[in-house]
């Protein structure tokens, strides 16, 4: 059955899909969003510096909107954006080559990227984490045929509920 699987920086995550590997030609098609962006609005990596110093001035400047730090530190923020007229230009109608960026600069959506930090804190305590799991497994199933028969009623009724509902033959 052919696919169109959409998602973003496919890069990587083509590498994971097995069937893109296979001698026999895949039915599926990628569509790479981070591609499109690219395309479209991205920037080219020898423009990223500049890209993200902007990014960094704007926010100073609007910090310093939202604050009242006195009419000599404003003169001296606004002394140095004559300079990158030019720059800004390009620089508001684009955005870093990221889900993250892309999201804020087409929908002015900001995506909150943190979680990923624990899926890194998983990762280095996987042992210790499958481990936690594995002893409830263990004693799980070491308790159970021990609770099956001091409390045999409660196995009837959900066998009852089970065969009830048909989801037991």
Sequence with gaps: MPRVIVGNNFGFGKALAHEE???????????????LHAVVNGICSCRRPTW??????????????KEDHGDDLRAMLNAGLHEGEVEELWVRRSAINSLGEGTKFHYDIELNKEVRNYVRDMLKNLDELLNYCAEDVVATHKETPDRVKK??????ELALALKARGLWE
């Design 52 to 65: 993200i110093r902007h990014k960094k001035n704007k926010e100073l400047r609007e910090w310093f909107e």
């Design 21 to 35: 590997y296979d001698l026999r030609q895949s039915r599926n098609c990628f569509l790479d969003t981070l591609s």
């Design 151 to 156: 409390r045999p009623v409660e196995l009837a």
